[in-house]
């Protein structure tokens, strides 16, 4: 599904992605960990289409496409969801109104019929569903004055909604107590099929084990370093990234 | 130049020492303080027609079903409902024989006019000064709908004139829906309201102005506010070549609330300058400023707001806010906040920010699958419907947000 090659960028003069290989195929999770700074969100921004970093080598194959060819918004027609560390507050732009608006501008990419008002309402009752969300917080301007246990919820909502096959979560875990993590990741879980892929980009070892990967990562200086199953991560939670770094050194 | 043909006109003893101020004055320049980014001396090389008294008929732009309907046509104003009781519309001279406790006031009131010739050339010139009366604890229940049109085959400058006195305890809705018909001739339009609201009355004011390109619309609204009392202003400025809003608040008694709210989208070639003054004379008041401007194409917006708290004037609460997204690069807009406080016990904010769209929300919107144009139009119209919002008549609200979203959404493309 993604093939990523040798994959470098950079913001500014600084060098963050030094050459990132990584193949991701239907009905997988794989988690990318890794120390603060080693490029773990910018590998997330980067895939999702964001415009400060430049990508000076390297290839990303999506589905037979040329990721880095398209736009954002294209990159999200085409199937890729990239559920925010930091989502951003949009006074005055319900959460409702914001997926309707995404919705029906995904659809006409697609060349398919915008959907009307009643079957939006089904939609959003069913996918509210997923994350236990509320119908008072999708009126509320989106994001603004949530909580961050609200935010992420939010993030899997729209993820719910948009049905995207490549999903990556960006430290979805942070700012979120164990209630909060254990529902967005029973979300996150329902939405797994052997049709979709999902990326989870975390520093600690604590969300997977509700979103349990099939692949880890461990990311260092903007290289994949290290990648094993599952086990890998708990070794990470054990001995800290210091064991793996030193070997590297060595 | 246009002004040699006012000094022969004939006219009564007071309008034409008010004509001798303007003469004296002539049109704003910009190197008048109050005008400096909003010259009106190119009206000088229009020959203008004086004397507006003609009136075609008009459609008017706005339907309120609910609503009692009043006119001003080129100048000249007419009822159009049967008025229910405790309200009467009459000529300033029959209200003034019949008030003249009010009137014994009304001469003191003393509204800023330094740098404001226009307000000269209005009282001069204006052929109707009519008064909306609404009598002691009259709660009208249906807004009063004025429509205030300009349709003219030559270029014309057009005065009117109109006095809201509310006395003790009334209540009224007032929707003043400006526009000009005919977009090939200049157009001067020179209107002036003085506004008396008296104890404990209330005023809601929505003012929509949707002109040519070709008209200059200089507005005066100057309120009078006593104790008790409350005001909420909205100004929506939607089109127009030059505007010029005077928005004056003067309170003078205590323990009020006026509520200032003004919305400008100027396009292409258009002009928009919301010049606003509350001077707070009393103890114990509050005023809230909020003012949003999205602007477009090659456009210049102004914004200009004084808040003087005088000595008297202890426990004032004043706030005032004015943002701005510049929706090109070619736009412009000049903000000044000005606040004089010779009172030491208050509360007074004021803040103005200008900018663009926040690229964060941009790329959170397209990470959706919102095209860039669309997650724009979705942005301002999200910041602009902050002020539409406060508008409580639905049909006004509606037909508002239409105007103005359309407006952004031509200029984007989209």
Redesign the interface.
């Given at each position: 599904m993604l093939s990523i090659k040798n994959l470098h960028a950079r913001i500014g003069e600084k060098e963050i992605l030094r050459g990132i290989n990584l193949e991701v195929k239907a009905g997988e999770v794989h988690a990318i960990m890794g120390p603060n700074g080693s490029g773990k969100s910018t590998l997330a921004s980067v895939l999702a289409g964001r415009e400060h970093y430049e990508v000076t080598d390297g290839s990303v194959d999506f589905l037979g496409k040329d990721l880095l060819d398209l736009a954002p918004e294209a990159r999200a027609a085409e199937g890729v969801f990239l559920a925010f560390q930091y989502p951003v507050e949009i006074p005055g732009v319900s959460t409702t109104n914001f997926m309707k608006s995404a919705v029906n501008e995904i659809r006409k990419y697609r060349g398919e019929e915008a959907l009307d008002a009643v079957q939006f309402l089904k939609m959003f009752k069913e996918k509210m569903a997923y994350v236990n969300i509320d119908q008072s917080l999708l009126s509320r301007s989106l994001n603004e004055g949530f909580s961050g246990g609200e935010k992420k919820r939010n993030e899997i909502f729209q993820m719910a909604v948009l049905n995207p096959k490549l999903a990556i979560l960006d430290e979805t875990d942070s700012g979120l107590d164990i209630d909060a993590l254990r529902i967005v990741a029973e979300g996150v879980n329902k939405l797994k099929s052997p049709d979709n892929a999902t990326i989870v980009v975390t520093h600690y070892q604590r969300l997977l084990d509700y979103i349990v990967p099939d692949f880890v990562h461990v990311l260092y200086k903007g290289r994949i370093v290290k990648s094993g199953t599952k086990e890998l991560a708990l070794e990470l939670e054990e001995k800290g990234y210091d064991w793996i770094i030193s070997a590297l050194v060595d | 130049m246009a002004t040699d043909t006012l000094v022969t006109i004939s006219l009564g003893k007071e309008k034409q020492a008010a004509m001798d101020r303007f003469l004296a004055k002539g049109f704003p320049t910009n190197k008048w303080e109050e005008w400096k980014y909003a010259s009106l001396k190119s009206l000088n090389d229009v020959d203008w027609n004086w004397n507006t008294s003609e009136a075609p008929a008009a459609t008017p732009l706005l339907a309120i079903e609910t609503a009692l309907h009043v006119q001003t046509l080129n100048g000249k104003f007419s009822v159009h409902s049967a008025l229910p009781q405790g309200i009467e519309i009459l000529e300033f001279d029959a209200f003034a024989q019949q008030n003249p406790n009010f009137i014994a006031g009304w001469i003191h009131r003393n509204p800023i006019l330094e740098q404001n010739s226009l307000y000269d050339l209005n009282e001069a010139l204006t052929s109707s000064h009519q008064v909306i009366w609404v009598k002691a604890g009259t709660i009208l229940d249906r807004p009063i709908l004025h429509q205030y049109v300009a349709d003219v085959s030559i270029a014309s400058a057009i005065q009117s004139k109109v006095l809201i006195y509310l006395e003790k305890g009334a209540s009224l809705t007032w929707v003043d829906d400006l526009s000009t018909l005919s977009s090939s001739e200049s157009i001067l339009s020179n209107y002036v309201q003085e506004i008396w609201v008296e104890e404990a009355a209330q005023l809601t004011f929505v003012k929509t102005q949707d002109f040519a390109l070709k008209t200059t619309h200089i507005d005066h609204t100057f309120i009078f506010q006593q104790g008790n009392s409350q005001v909420d202003m909205f100004t929506f400025s939607i089109n127009g070549g030059f505007v010029r809003n005077n928005l004056h608040f003067y309170v003078d008694g205590e323990n009020v609330l006026s509520n200032l709210n003004g919305l400008y989208v100027p396009g292409n070639n258009e002009f928009i300058d919301s010049h606003t003054v509350v001077d707070h004379r009393k103890p114990n008041c509050e005023s809230n400023e909020l003012y949003k401007g999205v602007l477009l194409g090659n456009s210049t917006g102004v914004f200009n707001g004084k808040i003087f708290v005088r000595p008297d004037a202890q426990k004032t609460n004043a706030f005032q806010s004015c943002k701005n997204v510049l929706a090109s690069d070619k736009a412009t807009m000049n903000t000044k906040p000005q606040l004089e406080i010779w009172a030491d016990d208050v509360k007074c904010s004021h803040g103005t920010t200008t900018g663009q769209l926040?690229?964060?929300?941009l790329?959170?919107?397209?990470?959706?699958?919102?095209?860039?144009e669309?997650a724009k139009t979705?942005?301002m119209?999200?910041?602009v419907?902050?002020v539409i919002d406060k508008v409580e008549i639905p049909e006004l609200r509606d037909s508002i947000s239409n105007r103005v979203v359309a407006k952004i959404q031509q200029a984007l493309g989209v």
């Open positions: - | 926040s690229d964060e929300a790329f959170y919107m397209r990470s959706r699958g919102i095209s860039e669309a979705l942005l119209l999200a910041f419907q902050q």
